[in-house]
């Protein structure tokens, strides 16, 4: 059987390998990508960030701002 200029029964040799290597790179990584990003995304509001009604509720704890204050603020952010 003849084989191609680049070798190989495909015709590919050399760079069918390397399109399967940088194929195989690319889909790890944005497999890894995605993976990190299904992951910050749950994280983040999951409890990892405080709520602006706990940041509240903290700064009413600590004398910060008084009992008015604190529900006007709570009434501006629709709580």
């Not at 495909?10 to 497999?31: D, E, P, T």
């Amino acid at each position: 059987m003849m084989h191609g200029y680049w070798g190989g029964p495909m015709g590919f040799g050399w760079a069918g390998g390397l399109f399967m290597a940088v194929f195989w790179i690319l889909l790890i990584v944005g497999l890894a990508w995605l993976v990190r990003y299904l992951v910050g995304f749950r994280t983040c509001y999951t409890g990892r960030h405080e709520i602006p009604l706990e940041i509240l509720r903290n700064r009413y704890a600590k004398g910060e701002i008084d009992k008015k204050e604190f529900e006007e603020k709570k009434k501006d952010l629709g709580l």
